[in-house]
Every structure is written in C-alpha cells, then in structure tokens.
C-alpha cells in the first residue's frame, strides 16, 4: 500500500508521499501557520513532517521536489531542511535531502531574495558538483549556465530529465509507481520567453502499481490554462493520453479559475476545450479532487484563489464520475482541519477518514469497479 498526504496550509502547497517499500517523496513545502495566531487553523507543517518522520525511524526525504520558486510552495524551507551548500543551514533537527527537484528555471532564474535565493543556491549547488538533483528540462540558457563555470551539459545530463520522459530511478515493476514529466518545456524558453514560474513549474503524473492495479496522480503546481492546454495538445500528438488519467487531482494553483479558462463566470468556470477533456474525460470513476487552498468563498469579495466559481466546476465535474471534491483546509472540517490522507491499493485511490475532534480515523472505501482496467 502506497500513501499520498496533502496538508491545511491554506494558499500553500505540500504533498508527502510513502511508498509501499519505503522511500518517501515530498513535493513542495510551505510552513505558513503563524504561531503567534491563536486563531491560525493552519497546520504546523515541520512538526506534522518531523513526527512522521520519527516515528519511520528516518531523518531524511529520498526525494524533496520544488515545483518552483513562488513562496507558497518553498516557505520555511530553508529552517527545515538541512543544506548542503553552507554549514549554516546544517545540524540541529534539520531534515536531510538525498535527492533534489527543481525546474530548471530554479537554476538559471536571477533576481532571488530570501528563501528563493537560498533553494536556488543549494540546486546551483549540487548541480555544480554533480549529485543529488534533478533538474527537468534543458533549455540553452541552462546550458550557458554551465558553460560558465567550465561544465558541459553533457556531463550533467545524467541529472536532468526532459519533458515526456520518465524519472530514472522509479519503475513500477520495482519501486511500485513511474513518474512522468509533462512540463517545464524547455522550448519556452528557447524561443525567447522569460522565466515565468507558474508557466515553468513542474508538472508530472505518479503512476502507482499495487499488484494488477494501477492508480495515477497529477500534480499540477500553479499551472495556467495556457500550459495545461499545451500539455494536452502535446500528449494528444503523442497519443499518450494514458499519461493524463488520474485518480488523485491537485488541482492548480489553489482553485484559482484562471488554471481553467480566461473568466472567471458568474457562478460557474467554464473550462477551455482542453482543460475540460483533461478534467471529464481523463478523470476515473470515484476520483478524488484536491484543492490545496483556503476554505472556498462564498461571495466574491477576495480577488484571490480560491474562486468559488472554479471551484463549483470542480464539484459538478467530479460529482460526474462519483467523486470526491476536498478542500484542505475544510478537511474534515473548518473549526479543525487534519491532513488529507489517501491510501492506495487495490481498491485504488481512498480517502482516509478523519473525525473532526481528532479521533481515531476509519477508512472509507468502495467495491471494486465494474471494467476496472488493469495493469496498464
């Protein structure tokens, strides 16, 4: 059984996941919850990690991915994570890194302050020396990066993996789960963009195995329509659309309506063509919809995510397909809200009941499906 974990940071994102044979992966990180708020419902992130981590008798994540660089994805990272790059960030209760994620815009992006800085030194870092990162996509400014400090690109290709490439190191057969890379593109920035974080930020689908079962998850980070349309269109061309299915679905950019189409609605996104497809027709039955955000407003009054428009779409397009709509920070309720646990196994995708007040959890789960596919 594999486990995947979102947790109530508000706008912020963090996903943690267990593997059946033991590694553990977490993409993002963003320990937003002010301590000194006695009215802060946001979980203490670090100390939600840290215990879990204890209690697995470690002290390191094999893999610890930054979808990119915005804050709500990297807060407090540097005061968690212990950093090879100078002793400062070293010692104490500090969490280790074996492996490294990073779009390559973390590494050629210029102009950081503070944390953002800080996680693109460490990826330069490591980079430089030849061991534990992975940077996705190799645009040629990444490639005069290196040049200027005397590397070839060829001898760092071993560490960099493309779009529509799978990550070495995880095979179904073996770890359980294969992860593909849809975007960044490096192209983007080839022909002439500049780094925009949203638009090169890592989007990838976890494909889990548990004996002839399959069961799939995309993380999305803060993609826009725009990009979720050119991954669309590019996976259609390829005739890979096994490669957009999903059970499991982070929805962009915390339910912000702008991942779904260019207005807003009265009441209802209304998605592009493409965003729709992904959404309707590459969802599985009985999948779970994940928004990593503040509780969905009821009226318009804040111009930021999440938008109670797009978030309208989400629950009748899931509702479609007998699924679940969550929000995290409404899991299992407002007053108090836990992280969302979801089991995998051959029962697929199931969401790890939490009772409000705290107390033991039960698991929820449902009959297998007629026409199940297996073993894709």
């Not at 592009?272 to 992904?278: I, K, M």
Request: glycine share 8%; proline share 5%; aromatic share 8%.
């Amino acid at each position: 059984m594999h486990k995947v974990a979102f947790f109530p940071i508000g706008n912020a994102d963090c996903c943690r996941v267990d593997l059946e044979k033991g590694p553990k992966l977490l993409f993002d990180y963003a320990d937003m919850r002010d301590p000194a708020d006695p009215e802060d419902r946001r979980i203490a992130l670090g100390d939600e990690l840290r215990r879990d981590l204890e209690e697995a008798g470690r002290d390191a994540f094999d893999v610890v991915g930054f979808t990119h660089l915005d804050d709500d994805h990297i807060h407090g990272a540097s005061e968690f994570f212990s950093l090879d790059h100078a002793a400062k960030y070293q010692g104490g209760k500090r969490i280790k890194i074996r492996d490294l994620w990073v779009p390559a815009a973390a590494i050629t992006e210029e102009g950081l302050e503070d944390e953002a800085r800080i996680i693109r030194t460490e990826a330069r870092f490591r980079l430089e020396k030849g061991y534990g990162v992975r940077v996705f996509s190799r645009p040629d400014r990444l490639r005069e990066w290196l040049k200027a400090r005397n590397i070839r690109l060829e001898d760092r290709a071993h560490l960099i993996t493309d779009a529509g490439q799978l990550v070495p190191g995880f095979r179904k057969d073996t770890e359980g789960v294969e992860f593909f890379i849809h975007s960044p593109f490096a192209r983007r920035l080839d022909d002439g963009g500049i780094e925009d974080r949203n638009s090169d930020a890592l989007v990838l689908q976890g494909w889990f195995s548990c004996g002839t079962v399959d069961t799939k998850l995309l993380l999305t980070a803060d993609a826009p329509h725009e990009i979720l349309t050119e991954i669309v269109q590019i996976t259609q061309r390829h005739k890979n659309d096994s490669r957009l299915e999903w059970d499991i679905y982070n929805v962009p950019h915390h339910c912000s309506y702008l991942s779904l189409g260019p207005e807003r609605g009265k009441d209802v996104t209304e998605p592009v063509s493409d965003v729709e497809w992904l959404i309707e027709a590459q969802g599985q039955d009985r999948g779970i919809v994940v928004s990593t955000s503040k509780v969905i407003p009821k009226r318009d009054d804040d111009p930021q995510p999440p938008h109670r428009q797009a978030a309208n779409y989400y629950k009748e397009a899931t509702a479609k397909r007998k699924g679940q709509f969550i929000v995290t920070m409404e899991h299992p309720s407002t007053d108090r809200p836990r992280p969302l646990e979801i089991t995998i196994d051959t029962l697929k995708a199931t969401v790890k009941r939490t009772a409000s007040g705290g107390s033991a959890a039960i698991l929820t789960s449902s009959a297998p499906r007629a026409g199940m596919r297996h073993g894709r």
